[in-house]
T-cell receptor, first 111, second 114 residues
C-alpha cells in the first residue's frame, strides 16, 4: 500500500522559515495536500498541489513537489507562534475517495 | 457558511457498549468520509459515503459501521466497544465535483472507552 512519511518534530525560531518535509511511495496520486491540526481541533486544509505542478505559493506558504524523488515540502515564511500545530502531508487519488495521511510533524516555535 | 459539524464533541463509554457518532457535512457536500485518529496509528480511513452509498471502506472490523442519509448527514456506529477504540473520530465532507479542494474536516468526536 501507499506509504507517506514525515519527521515527527520540528522546532524553529519565531520569524524564521519552517520547512516540513514529506516523502511518499506511490506516485499515482493526483492531489497532494497539507493539513494543519491545532490542539483539540480537526484538520484544516492549508493548501494543495496537483501532481502536474512543481510549486505553489500562497501568501506565507510555499509547496514544492519533486516527483522524481517523491518528495513534498511545505515552507512557512516568517513563522509565528500561531503556526504551532501538527502538520499532515496527505495524498489523494483522482476520485473523491480515501486520503492517505502521513504521521504528522509537530511544529514548535521558540522565541 | 457552516462548517462540518460533529456531535457529540466528547463521549465516555464503557467497554462492551455501543456508540453512534453524527456528522453533518457542509451544505451541498455529498461526500462524507470518516477517519480514526490515535497517537499510535495516526489517521486511518474508516469509510466514505456518497449519495447514501458506501464507496470505500478501510481495514476495520465489522464492529465499525456507518450510513448516510438522504440529506447527506452521516452516522457511524461502533458496537461492542473495546479499550482500543478510544480515539478522535473525524468526519470530512467534500464536493464530488471539486476534488482538488480536498476535504473539510469537522472538529471531531473524542471517544474514551473505559
Amino acid at each position: 500500500g501507499e506509504d507517506v512519511e514525515q519527521s515527527l518534530f520540528l522546532s524553529v525560531r519565531e520569524g524564521d522559515s519552517s520547512v516540513i518535509n514529506c516523502t511518499y511511495t506511490d506516485s499515482s496520486s493526483t492531489y497532494l495536500y497539507w493539513y494543519k491540526q491545532e490542539p483539540g481541533a480537526g484538520l484544516q486544509l492549508l493548501t494543495y498541489i496537483f501532481s502536474n505542478m512543481d510549486m505553489k505559493q500562497d501568501q506565507r506558504l510555499t509547496v514544492l513537489l519533486n516527483k522524481k524523488d517523491k518528495h513534498l515540502s511545505l515552507r512557512i515564511a516568517d513563522t509565528q507562534t500561531g503556526d504551532s500545530a501538527i502538520y499532515f502531508c496527505a495524498l489523494g487519488g483522482s476520485s473523491a475517495s480515501k486520503i492517505i495521511f502521513g504521521s504528522g510533524t509537530r511544529l514548535s516555535i521558540r522565541p | 457558511k457552516a462548517g462540518v459539524t460533529q456531535t457529540p464533541r466528547y463521549l465516555i463509554k464503557t467497554r462492551g457498549q455501543q456508540v453512534t457518532l453524527s456528522c453533518s457535512p457542509i451544505s451541498g457536500h455529498r461526500s462524507v468520509s470518516w477517519y480514526q485518529q490515535t497517537p499510535g496509528q495516526g489517521l486511518q480511513f474508516l469509510f466514505e459515503y456518497f449519495s447514501e452509498t458506501q464507496r470505500n471502506k478501510g481495514n476495520f472490523p465489522g464492529r465499525f459501521s456507518g450510513r448516510q442519509f438522504s440529506n447527506s448527514r452521516s452516522e457511524m456506529n461502533v458496537s461492542t466497544l473495546e479499550l482500543g477504540d478510544s480515539a478522535l473520530y473525524l468526519c470530512a465532507s467534500s464536493l464530488e465535483q471539486v476534488r482538488g479542494y480536498g476535504y473539510t474536516f469537522g472538529s471531531g468526536t473524542r471517544l474514551t472507552v473505559v
